[in-house]
């Protein structure tokens, strides 16, 4: 079981920066692949960026060259640094804990996300 928080969402103006952090409680934190997604209202959720328990990173093309994504698997903990922040990045983001066992199971955690708000 792994229970995650996310921090660090705001209110932004347009070419500000924001880094969201996920603290993660619970064993094996460093086998799972750790995920951030946003969801804008109206709209489906999505998928920025990830990072394997390997240190792997993907990045969504849609946001590449403006969002990283790292993990502390000391401090149990993924971020995402989000720079030149634009008016439609405007969402809930959220945290994933993504595992999936040898004989097929998956264990997928969520948190309960943060707001991030760009406007002028």
């Known amino acids: 079981q792994v229970q995650l928080v996310e921090s660090g969402g705001g209110f932004v103006q347009p070419g500000g920066s924001l880094r969201l952090s996920c603290a993660a409680s619970?064993?094996?934190?460093?086998?799972?692949?750790m995920g951030w997604y946003r969801q804008a209202p109206g709209k489906q959720r999505e998928l920025v960026a990830s990072?394997?328990?390997?240190?792997?990173?993907n990045v969504a093309a849609s946001v590449q060259g403006r969002f990283t994504i790292s993990r502390d698997n000391a401090e149990k903990s993924v971020y995402l640094q989000i720079n030149s922040l634009q008016p439609e990045d405007t969402a809930v983001y959220y945290c994933n804990a993504k595992r999936r066992l040898v004989d097929g199971t998956l264990y997928s955690y969520w948190g309960q996300g943060t707001q991030v708000t760009v406007s002028s």
């Open positions: 619970g064993s094996a934190f460093s086998t799972y692949t």
């Open positions: 990072i394997t328990n390997s240190g792997s990173t």
